[in-house]
């Protein structure tokens, strides 16, 4: 009731909506989907020499239950699919998921009967990294275009937009964008 | 103890179990009657000189033949002697089964499992024929030649978006 009251003022729920994005994305906690190579880059994207905590989501959570993001680091299988869904079901509103590299993305490699040929067709997807792993950067760089996406997304208002594609190679010098 | 003497211990005890024998590069394989391989199995366990007393795998293999389409193989190493044999029994499409050779090796559990899963080959008398890969609920085997390669649309149903 009172958020309504706010809305209709306007000016004020602007500026909460800023405070609320700015709050969140700059905390976002991960819940480590790691199920094949992809987890080691994840890892090392952890690891100090990459330092994931300088975009703030650096506690890893291995219960969905304190998550924000799902990192889905590896090749989902049919079999798997399963499991993914429900740790993502179990993640409170809101939620976010990046699919790191191209076994999550579109089956990689594997183009075969038993694996999911993108994790799309069972969840939503916000952020896609391409790279078979993708380097510790290019995660790095997802997850800023994530922090984007969240501060360019109403949150009071409802609505979102599509995800946002990371290409291949090496990713545009995050160094010079944190800076 | 060489291949030949391997062959002349089966060809004494056991030699109506025998169909042919096959050597390629020192591997030696021996072609099993079916319904004698849990005889032919439990003799070149026991066998003192033999003493094959560990499966490494048994595995089937699709021919995508008329007759006899299906294999089984059997990989028996022995310890004792250091020395690997392989058994093979042909099945024809229609009637796919075999008897279990988990009565006499134990290790072979999974392996069946494993080949049940993959090539839809019944094992008789196997104490637990579960898929081993695939879920439960799957009806079809991926490993057989017929089957195409990027699987039979909603046969493994995804979660709902």
Not at chain 1, 32 to 37: F, L, R
């Given at each position: 009731m009172a958020l309504e009251s706010l809305q209709r003022e306007g000016y004020l729920v602007t500026r909460l909506d800023e405070v609320i994005k700015w709050a969140r994305k700059n905390s976002l906690w991960p819940m480590?989907?790691?199920?094949?190579?992809c987890a080691i880059e994840m890892m090392a994207t952890a690891s100090p020499r990459f330092d994931i905590s300088r975009f703030g989501s650096e506690v890893m959570r291995f219960t969905p239950r304190q998550c924000d993001v799902m990192i889905v680091a590896g090749t989902v299988t049919y079999k798997m699919s399963k499991v993914v869904r429900k740790i993502y079901d179990q993640m409170p509103d809101p939620k976010w998921v990046i699919s790191m590299g191209a076994c999550a993305s579109s089956g990689g490699m594997f183009?075969?009967?038993?694996?999911?040929?993108?994790?799309d067709q069972f969840m939503p997807v916000d952020v896609f990294v391409a790279g078979c792993p993708p380097r510790p950067e290019n995660l790095l760089y997802a997850l800023m275009e994530l922090q984007k996406k969240i501060q360019g997304e109403p949150q009071l208002g409802g609505g979102g937009s599509g995800p946002v594609h990371i290409p291949e190679g090496p990713a545009p010098s995050t160094t010079a964008q944190s800076a | 103890m060489n291949n030949a003497e391997i062959v002349e211990i089966l060809k004494r005890h056991v030699p109506a179990s025998i169909l042919a024998v096959e050597e390629f590069r020192g591997d030696l394989t021996v072609v099993v009657r079916r319904d004698d391989i849990v005889r032919v199995a439990e003799f070149i366990k026991t066998d003192s000189s033999l003493?094959?007393?560990?499966?490494i795998d048994v595995l089937g293999v699709?021919?995508?033949?008329?007759?006899?389409?299906f294999e089984v193989i059997y990989i028996i190493y022995s310890l004792v002697n250091k020395r690997f044999l392989r058994l093979k029994v042909r099945l024809p499409e229609d009637t796919p089964t075999v008897p279990t050779v988990t009565g006499v090796w134990p290790g072979a559990n999974w392996h069946e499992r494993e080949t049940w899963d993959m090539f839809g080959i019944k094992f008789a008398g196997h104490p637990d024929l579960r898929r081993l890969y695939m879920p439960e609920e799957f009806e079809h085997h991926p490993l057989r030649k017929d089957f195409p390669l990027m699987g039979i649309p909603d046969s493994l149903p995804l979660p709902r978006r």
């Open positions: 480590p989907m790691g199920i094949s190579c183009r075969s009967y038993a694996v999911v040929q993108g994790i | 003493a094959f007393d560990l499966v699709d021919m995508y033949r008329p007759e006899e389409r």
